[in-house]
């Protein structure tokens, strides 16, 4: 029978089928970060169990970090608790951590990858919604709540009901300017933030296939923003060459082993999708969020949307709530929005590739008068690259802080936060209120787009700076 | 886990769609080790002014909507990240149920770990219960017979039969898949012969 690339990574995890569906899978790769394990661990030592399989398991502080100076240690002292909290479980439960300090500490999304801990055909989970960034290698991840966590940590394996199939097929070529980012977004604008729910969604089509490895992780890391829990991107040469010689990556006949394995992970040609969408490259344009919430997309050449010409009451409601929220008035343009803050960074631009394009384009350039900008790389290796090349340097003399890894603005746990009222153009992936900073306002944007408000102080079209 | 079975209260209701978990529980208050404590910081940005006090208008501040047990929400409540302090906030509260016309995926798994039953129902359903918050009158929860009764009328709600299990009789799925260790260590057996590599990379 022919199956999807899930159906295939699914049935080969199955341990247990109960008739009603619902099914003990098993998981390969487990991440956990500081934020949602250490009721998880806690769990453990109440109930007296121990974690299955340490081995399978990879330990990052990155939520809490900050990411400036971190010789002197954590000043909040609740994020230090949890910061140490975990720590002192992965030395308990014998786990691996690359601790605050570690070069290869990082987002915990950048560095599974990184590291070759992330692999075609694998079942990987963590606490944490942007599991599906690892999705971009053909692996099925998704991300779980603190009990299942505890779950995977005691058993190595999770309860599952099996979702349905999804195909989102992006075909043709992307416009000059338009990147990942624009992708997932205008998918989301598209299906909406609730359209993938129950849904696996495998991302197929040109325009996929085309895109570099760091680009399908954009793409897949705001899966869960379309409300899938898991993307998919079926591996290929890419892949493979990008995992070749990782530290975790398998090496010798292990390697060989698993390449032949990684290349029968692929929809079969005449299998069966719940449901398709189809999406053509050229149609896409820059895109900026001017609400709050990820679908809420316009292209920057376009105006802020009028509540009043939506016939949906609910929708005409909750626009009005975010165009008052974020300060702005139906009909003005994009292009004409001021911006103070500029991040790039998170586990959705925060990689080698988005830092070189921002990099690229802020060559002998500064930032306006009106904006503060930071750039947090997303993981301490990506830093390390990025000096090598002298990336820093552009930064720095363009005006940009230049900061340690973690995940920082994203989500503003740590010191870096928006102010009320403060309007930041950041290469994240939520916009909700808050998100960034109490009374905050986000535009989710690309690096590129990123560093052209960066320039001009105000929302701008990157293709006017490039 | 504690179990649940029949729950009655007087609903509060937030027409509101998309509340996602930023909302539920903003990220300040996510940097606790326990499980307990979150309730008096549940929708914390909607609920509390700048100074810290709490906003009267806000339905969860107003009587009798302060005791509530049962939350109605619009479509896609719970979505964003997959912190499970949003339903252990809820639960601190004292809210045991949600009714929606739609849940995320992650949160909505979530509420059956810690005794919160989700309820997914039609638009119009939801819009008719919510009456019953406006005029403040109690509607009932009978989770054995899948059915929310108010006034003289009742409805029936679909649930997944094995969740409806842990949740009635409080069940540990942690033991329960513990019980099925025998065949995953077969799984594993068969695992570390076919793909090797997953358990060591040399």
């Known amino acids: 029978m022919s199956k999807t690339l899930y159906d295939k990574i699914w049935d080969d995890h199955l341990v247990n089928r109960q008739t009603d569906g619902t099914s003990l899978i098993y998981v390969d790769r487990h991440l956990i970060h500081e ?82 801990f992330t692999q075609p055909g694998t079942v990987i989970v963590c606490g944490d919604s942007h599991t599906a960034t690892h999705g971009a290698f053909g692996s099925l991840a998704f991300g779980i709540g603190t009990s299942e966590v505890e779950h995977v940590l005691a058993t190595q394996t999770l309860i599952q009901k099996k979702s349905k199939n999804l195909r989102i097929n992006v075909n043709g070529t992307l416009p000059k300017g338009v990147t990942a980012k624009d992708v997932i977004l205008k998918i989301i604008g598209t299906i909406g933030t609730a359209g993938g729910t129950g849904y696996v969604i495998e991302f197929a089509g040109k325009v996929i296939k085309n895109l570099s490895m760091e680009e399908r992780m954009t793409v897949c890391n705001m899966t869960i923003e379309a409300g899938a829990r898991a993307g998919l991107i079926a591996p290929d040469e890419k892949t493979f060459d990008y995992l070749k010689d990782k530290a975790m990556s398998p090496k010798g006949k292990n390697w060989d082993k698993a390449v032949i394995y990684w290349k029968s992970l692929y929809s079969d040609k005449d299998c069966k999708f719940d449901n398709e969408v ?16 990820p679908q809420d997309v316009s292209p920057v050449t376009g105006v802020v949307p009028d509540p009043n010409k939506e016939s949906n009451e609910d929708r005409k409601m909750a626009m009005k709530r975010s165009l008052e929220y974020m300060g702005l008035k ?61 990336l820093d340097k552009i930064f720095i003399s363009a005006g940009f802080e230049w900061r340690e890894p973690g995940c920082s603005m994203c989500l503003g746990m740590n010191p870096d936060q928006l102010k009320p009222k403060e309007r930041c153009a950041s290469t994240s992936n939520r916009n909700f209120e808050g998100r960034q900073g109490r009374g905050g306002r986000t535009h989710l944007v690309s690096p590129g787009m990123a560093v052209a408000a960066a320039i001009k102080g105000r929302l701008s079209d990157v293709r006017e700076i490039q | 886990m504690k179990n649940f079975t029949t729950l009655k209260s007087i609903p509060a209701y937030l027409s509101l769609q998309n509340i ?25 940005e909607m609920r509390y002014d700048d100074k810290g006090e709490k906003i009267k208008d806000f339905i969860l501040n107003k009587e009798p909507f302060n005791n509530t047990k049962i939350l109605i929400a619009g479509k896609n409540f719970g979505c ?85 299990k842990c949740l009635l009789e409080g069940l540990d799925d942690i033991a329960l898949s513990m019980d099925k260790i025998k065949q995953i260590d077969e799984f594993e057996k068969k695992l570390s012969l076919n793909k090797p590599w997953i358990f060591s990379n040399e």
Not at chain 1, 87 to 110: A, P, S
Not at chain 2, 20 to 42: A, C, H, N, V, Y
């Open chain 1, 35 to 116: 934020v949602t394990s250490p009721q998880a661990f806690e769990g453990l030592r109440l109930q007296n169990r121990k974690v299955r399989k340490p081995e399978l398991t990879l330990a990052v502080p990155d939520h809490n970090v900050p990411t400036t100076d971190r010789s002197k240690g954590i000043d909040d002292e609740e994020s230090k608790i949890q910061v140490d909290t975990l720590r002192n479980n992965c030395k308990e439960f014998g786990v691996k951590l690359f601790d605050v300090t570690d070069k290869r500490q990082g987002i915990v999304h950048i560095i599974g990858p990184e590291q070759g």
């Open chain 1, 278 to 293: 189809n999406i053509n490259g050229e149609d896409i344009e820059p895109l900026v969020t001017w609400g709050t919430s």
């Open chain 1, 330 to 390: 139906a009909n003005t343009k994009i292009a004409d929005i001021k911006i103070d803050k500029i991040f790039i960074g998170s586990c959705t631009n925060g990689r080698i590739e988005d830092l070189r394009l921002a990099a690229e384009l802020l060559k002998g350039k500064k930032i306006a008068n009106n904006v503060s900008a930071m750039v947090v790389p997303g993981s301490g290796l990506v830093k390390a690259q990025a000096e090598k090349e002298g």
């Open chain 2, 20 to 44: 996602d978990t930023d909302m539920i529980i903003p990220k300040q208050f996510l940097k606790t080790i326990k499980r307990t404590g979150l309730g008096k910081s549940l929708f914390y």
């Open chain 2, 80 to 164: 964003g990240s997959s912190r499970e302090h949003a339903p252990w906030a809820l639960s601190d509260f004292g809210i045991k149920c949600v009714i929606s016309s739609s849940f995320a995926d992650i949160f909505y798994n979530n509420c059956f770990k810690n005794g919160i039953l989700p309820i997914k129902t039609s638009e119009e359903n939801v819009t008719e219960i919510s009456e019953y918050s406006i005029r403040q009158e109690e509607i009932n929860i009978d989770l054995a017979k899948q059915e929310i009764s108010f006034g003289n009328k009742s409805i029936k709600f679909d649930l997944d039969e094995f969740k409806k």
